[in-house]
Nanobody
Framework: QVQLAEFGGGSVQAGGSLKLSCVAS???????MGWFRQAPGTEREGLAT????????DYADSVKGRFTISRDNAKSTVYLQMDNLEPEDTAMYYC??????????????????WGQGTQVAVSS
């Protein structure tokens, strides 16, 4: 079991950038890692996932070209670089993990381990 903690949320003006970090309690080499978000009154939205063995990433259309997920397995840390932020990006952001099945698929998985979230607020 892996425990996750997110850092780096805050308030920023539209067009600005934030970088979120997710630190795991143990090795993440065998885990798919992902970032999700949820705004009040909405369903949780998957944003980006990254494979452990080659860091190949998948993105939701809503953030493609603006957000970049990356991972540093040696530091047990996953990052989400968020650029050109929009007010619609305001939400609680969560890091999540699931055991990798070595089948190339991290995007369409039921993520099992979740952090507590970090709030991002973007003002216009």
């Amino acid at each position: 079991q892996v425990q996750l903690a997110e850092f780096g949320g805050g308030s920023v003006q539209a067009g600005g950038s934030l970088k979120l970090s997710c630190v795991a309690s143990g090795y993440i080499n065998g885990y798919c890692m992902g970032w999700f978000r949820q705004a009040p009154g909405t369903e949780r939205e998957g944003l980006a996932t990254v494979r452990p063995e080659d860091s190949v990433a998948d993105y939701a259309d809503s953030v493609k070209g603006r957000f970049t997920i990356s991972r540093d397995n040696a530091k047990s840390t996953v990052y989400l670089q968020m650029d050109n932020l929009e007010p619609e990006d305001t939400a609680m952001y969560y890091c999540a993990a699931v055991t990798y099945q070595y089948d190339g698929n991290c995007a369409n998985r039921d993520y099992r381990y979740w952090g507590q979230g970090t709030q991002v607020a973007v003002s216009s």
